[in-house]
């Protein structure tokens, strides 16, 4: 019998892989770059330590710092293609979602409400739906506070706290995929303190208290040690400390961090980030009435995932996920619904066979295997969505005797990546933090036509420019000399160097 977090976990499985939503998957040109990174380390049995995608960055040191999962990814789209990228993709996503509202209802969690939870965390994350390595970090992060709070309650209750040792286990793992393990260290720090706050406020009147503040000297002790040994996992990288000095180079840009726009701050106009406010409202409400209840680190919790998520638009899927595994246990059910949802709860957490998450996981898996057919029918079919991207633009440039670098915007350079490298190399990618901020302060100036647009032309080779139809670049290099346009569709044009007029990029065009 199937569980609800069974049924989550298949039904969001299914809508991942067979209908358009696969197509949303990809709509990240990203993934395509960390593809191509990971057949050139099965390839040459080496992770890559400078950058060999880009003309202008070539030879250059580059931090490949998801190399484990661009490995993954890379065997899946060599044997199957990707269908095989989506498929991870939905595994991981559906096992996030279907864990969270099990982590719900083993707390105790009305399971009405732990559904109207899952549901709004999962609205508010689909803005992040994508193949990229993120996802993972949001298995990681589950994993990681799951740990940590069961950790606190057993400690509470029974003095025990053995599951944090296989912390640094998966820090191994985490630092390898993404680098968004400098969150389980936030979590980390928030469980000391909380640990360490009821250690030097527990009182030792009675029997009862002097026992608590034992434990609590034990845990802080204990999460100590596991933060150590987590800091020592983390270094098991193939840049060892120099990776936190680049991530913190990284984030501390200030240009960057204001021009990418997953790390700007949410716009509130938008589904997802409305379905985050109602979760924002939401906790607010419970701690109004009920804050008295949380425990330290659940505070401390609630204000870390309230600030991480209006800082940046990318933080969403992990503030939602936090938010409703601390608020859920504390919103109130009426005694008349309460006996039922308990013996409904009971009942879920007792169902632990997940024979049919194991069955949808090797079916779908065996579709991808065959082509994406199941018989006659092909319900599996992931492609890059030619709306969004140039693929008819690449097809035409793939069939062409072109060598040379391409110039397109930073958010398609990593599909140019997948369709024509080692052919053909880019000038820009998304990499920001390969790039750098002088780099893109000089490619903004050019994609946004601004005075001295011609300055990156003429400083950085160029071949051919595939930009959006409707661009402003597009309009100007229409009448600028030394540019021809060779192709376009609805979605792209291309323009390459016209030797007849001299090639000069910017000739004629007055500023």
């Known amino acids: 019998m199937p569980s609800g977090a069974d049924l989550i976990f298949v039904a969001l499985l299914g809508l991942l892989v067979f209908t358009p939503l696969s197509v949303r998957l990809l709509g990240d040109a990203g993934i395509g770059w960390h593809i191509r990174t990971g057949e050139q380390i099965l390839a040459t049995h080496s992770i890559p330590g400078v950058d060999s995608f880009s003309s202008t960055m070539a030879g250059r040191p580059w931090f490949a710092w998801e190399w484990l999962y661009d490995v993954a990814v890379g065997q899946l789209e060599a044997s199957l293609g990707l269908n095989g990228v989506v498929w991870l993709t939905a595994v991981v996503v559906a096992a996030v979602f279907a864990w969270t509202f099990r982590l719900l209802i083993a707390r105790g969690t009305n399971l009405f409400v732990a559904v109207v939870l899952v549901l709004l965390a999962l609205s508010a994350s689909m803005i992040h739906f994508l193949a990229r390595p993120h996802v993972v970090s949001w298995l990681f992060t589950l994993a990681w506070f799951s740990i940590l709070d069961s950790s606190e309650r057993e400690c509470v209750e029974r003095q025990r706290g053995r599951r944090l040792w296989a912390l640094p286990l998966l820090m191994l793992v985490w630092v390898n995929v993404h680098g968004g393990f400098l969150v389980g260290f936030v979590l980390l720090g928030v469980f000391l303190l909380g640990a360490g706050w009821s250690w030097f406020t527990a009182k030792e009147s009675r029997i009862e208290d002097a026992l608590q503040k034992i434990g609590a000297a034990k845990r802080v002790r ?39 726009e997953e790390f700007q701050s949410p716009n509130f106009h938008g589904v997802a980030q409305k379905c985050f406010l109602a979760l924002l409202l939401i906790a607010v409400a419970v701690l109004a009435i009920r804050g008295r209840e949380l425990r330290i680190s659940q505070g401390l919790t609630v204000l870390f995932t309230v600030y991480a998520g209006l800082y940046a638009s990318r933080n969403i899927p992990v503030s939602s996920i936090l938010l409703v595994l601390v608020v859920g246990p504390l919103l109130p059910t009426s005694r008349l619904a309460q006996g039922f949802f308990q013996r409904m709860g009971a009942v879920e957490v007792g169902l632990r066979g997940h024979v049919w998450p194991i069955l949808a996981i090797a079916g779908t898996l065996a579709i991808a295997a065959n082509g994406g057919r199941a018989g006659s029918s092909l319900p599996m079919d992931a492609h890059f969505d030619p709306r969004r991207m140039p693929v008819e633009a690449v097809n035409y440039l793939e069939k062409s005797d072109l060598t040379g670098p391409v110039l397109s915007p930073d958010y398609w350079g990593g599909y140019v990546i997948y369709r024509l490298y080692p052919k053909t190399q880019v000038v820009v990618d998304d990499r920001h933090d390969l790039y750098g901020e002088q780099f893109f302060k000089s490619y903004l100036k050019m994609m946004h036509v601004e005075r001295g647009w011609e300055e990156f032309l003429q400083v950085h080779e160029t071949s051919c420019v595939l930009v959006p139809r409707d661009a402003g670049l597009a309009n100007l290099l229409v009448e600028t000399k030394g540019w021809k346009s060779v192709y376009a569709d609805d979605v792209a044009i291309v323009f390459v160097r016209d030797p007849v007029s001299g090639g000069k990029s910017g000739a004629g065009v007055s500023n």
Not at 247 to 254: D, I
């Open 222 to 260: 204990n999460l100590a040690w596991v933060g150590l040994l987590c800091m020592a996992a983390s270094l098991v990288n193939p840049y060892g400390w120099k990776l936190y000095a680049h991530v913190y180079s990284y984030l501390s840009n200030r240009f960057l961090m204001d021009h990418i």
